[in-house]
């Protein structure tokens, strides 16, 4: 996998070190709108060659993958761009700001045979997929409970009345796409679509989500996903089942380790050894791309389409109000 990368956030810098670590990956060029940028990242990672317009990066027969890690509301015209160049694309999280732009990208890619990845860190964790083995141990499902909280430093910006992309609206940011929507992940992968969604947001000045609830309803038991930018806890996901529980202490985009306990079985579980995440996601895509495993891939877009379509019916619910909306 030969990759040229978009955008110079601190997602690039870690994606780059977890390059590094597998040896089918290759970085050819970084992009980025400032020459400056562009050259300071590469030189970190000794990558050979910098690109300050897109044409120069899709233009490179050397890269097959374009890797974006761009605000929310720009995936969505990267990605189109990148895979009508007949680059596969990996596309940070959430895909883009709508149901309707995710599955425009995925039936372009798919007419074009070309591998598309949403990069959620979660779905690849050997821990994350653990759990999954271990949940016929804890008996019939009764409730889940994630929260993801980090105050951000952005919050304190956005309480000053700095706008950052991260709150703004016209780049589909907010806690929602922005941190819930791993909880989401995680609920959707292990169960499926949920019967019925309800969200509720705390909102800023600005109308942007700074944290809130959605409460998932399947079959014969609840979900509910909190997330906080504006306010700390401690970060948990707990599957509570009639013979026992999972409980992933940890961020549930690392989901460091679990413990179970049922009446037979008291246990931590960490099967991770990589200290950046990502390895986990990149290693995934490399080789499902050397295999051309396409089944593989179409099913994680399937799973990411599911989401889109949680999280989007939660976003309406919730009222929270993108640029996009009001095109
Ligand atoms: N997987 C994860 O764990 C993880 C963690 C953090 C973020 N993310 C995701 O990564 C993406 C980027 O997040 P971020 O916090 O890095 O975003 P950001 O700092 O707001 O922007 C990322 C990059 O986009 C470019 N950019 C910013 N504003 C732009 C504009 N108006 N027009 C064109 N380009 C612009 C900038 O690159 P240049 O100035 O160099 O062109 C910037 O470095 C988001 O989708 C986010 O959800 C994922």
């Known amino acids: 996998m030969q990759i040229g990368t978009i955008g110079t956030g601190p997602i690039v810098e870690t994606f780059l070190a977890a390059c590094q670590q597998?040896?089918?990956v290759q970085v050819g060029a970084v992009y980025s709108?400032?020459?400056e940028k562009a050259a300071a990242l590469a030189s970190r990672f000794g990558i050979a060659r910098t690109c300050t317009t897109m044409d120069e990066l899709l233009g490179d027969p050397a890269?097959?993958?374009?890797y974006i890690a761009l605000p929310n509301s720009l995936h969505f015209a990267q990605a189109v761009q990148a895979l009508q160049a007949n680059k596969h694309v990996i596309l940070e999280k959430p895909m883009t700001s709508t149901l309707a732009e995710a599955q425009a990208l995925v039936k372009l890619a798919r007419e074009k045979g070309l591998y598309l990845f949403e990069a959620i860190s979660t779905r690849h964790l050997p821990n994350y997929r653990q759990v999954r083995q271990d949940l016929s141990d804890i008996g019939p499902v009764r409730l889940v409970q994630c929260n993801y909280s980090q105050y951000s430093s952005r919050?304190?910006?956005?309480?000053?009345?700095?706008?950052?992309?991260?709150?703004n609206p016209v780049f589909s940011g907010g806690c929602l796409y922005d941190l819930n929507i791993y909880n989401l992940h995680f609920v959707i992968g292990l169960f499926g679509r949920p019967q019925a969604v309800h969200a509720y947001a705390n909102k800023a000045f600005n109308g942007i989500d700074t944290s809130g609830t959605v409460v998932l309803e399947y079959d014969d038991f609840i979900a509910t996903c909190s997330a906080a930018k504006d306010s700390a806890s401690p970060s948990f996901q707990i599957i509570q089942g009639e013979k026992g529980y999972l409980d992933v202490a940890g961020p549930v985009n690392s989901c460091?380790?679990?413990e179970i306990r049922t009446g037979s079985r008291q246990e931590t579980v960490n099967l991770q050894t990589q200290e950046n995440r990502l390895v986990y996601e990149i290693e995934a895509f490399a080789s499902c791309l050397a295999r051309r495993d396409w089944a593989q891939a179409q099913s994680w877009l399937s799973e990411s389409l599911v989401v889109m379509e949680v999280v989007e019916k939660a976003r309406l619910e919730?009222?929270?109000v993108f640029g996009v909306d009001e095109v």
Request: charged share 10%.
């Open 22 to 24: 597998v040896p089918s």
């Open 33 to 35: 709108r400032s020459g």
């Open 63 to 66: 890269i097959d993958t374009i």
């Open 155 to 167: 919050y304190t910006q956005l309480l000053a009345g700095e706008v950052t992309n991260i709150f």
């Open 256 to 258: 460091p380790s679990y």
């Open 318 to 320: 919730a009222g929270i």
